[in-house]
């Protein structure tokens, strides 16, 4: 695999301390996707509502983050991420949520470089989106198009096996 971290314009900074992000932590897999590519590229994570990175997605969320932000985003020991309240405001981007997860915050939410790859946690960010269950207008992190066709989320959807689009089957 290609193991270069692709370009980027974006001043990458840690949620909690403001510094500036090392994305030579990152793992050598997954460092230069398509989708990585772009998100690098424009600042927007191209994953947001593709069907085919919605399950993998989830399924990262569930052995990454829903232990402590519970399964469905409900919060646990940390806040709720279902909803249209955050304690950093930069989260409602795509660049904030990124640096939150790659860098972590405060307390018990650590780094997650050791665990997904770049390109799972821009998986793991477009499952965040998905799971929100608040008014849609809210949701400033969809583009006007994805946030017309976007219904709140309920428990029990199911996916398609093998759906066209950027991501591949875990
Ligand atoms: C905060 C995402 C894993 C504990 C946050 C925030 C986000 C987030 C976006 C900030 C929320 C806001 O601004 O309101 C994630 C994701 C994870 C993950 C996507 C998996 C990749 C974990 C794990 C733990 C944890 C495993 C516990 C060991 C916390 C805590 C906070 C927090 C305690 C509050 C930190 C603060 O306010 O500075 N998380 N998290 N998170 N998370 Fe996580
Ligand atoms: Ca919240």
Sequence with gaps: ????????????????TG??????????EGRNTEGVRKFFQTGINPYIEDASCLKPGESFYLTSCSGCHGE?????????????????PKNTTDQGLFETIFGGARAQMGPHYDD??????LQVMAWVRHIYKDDVKAATWLTADQRRKFTPFKRGETFPDDPPGLCKAP
């Design 1 to 16: 695999p290609d193991e270069s971290i692709p370009p980027t314009s974006m001043d990458l900074r840690n949620t909690d």
């Design 19 to 28: 510094e500036p992000l090392d994305l030579s932590n990152a793992q050598k």
């Design 72 to 88: 469905i985003g409900e919060g646990k020991i940390g806040p709720g991420l279902n909803d249209d309240y955050w304690t950093y």
């Design 116 to 121: 997904l790859t770049l390109d799972q946690m």
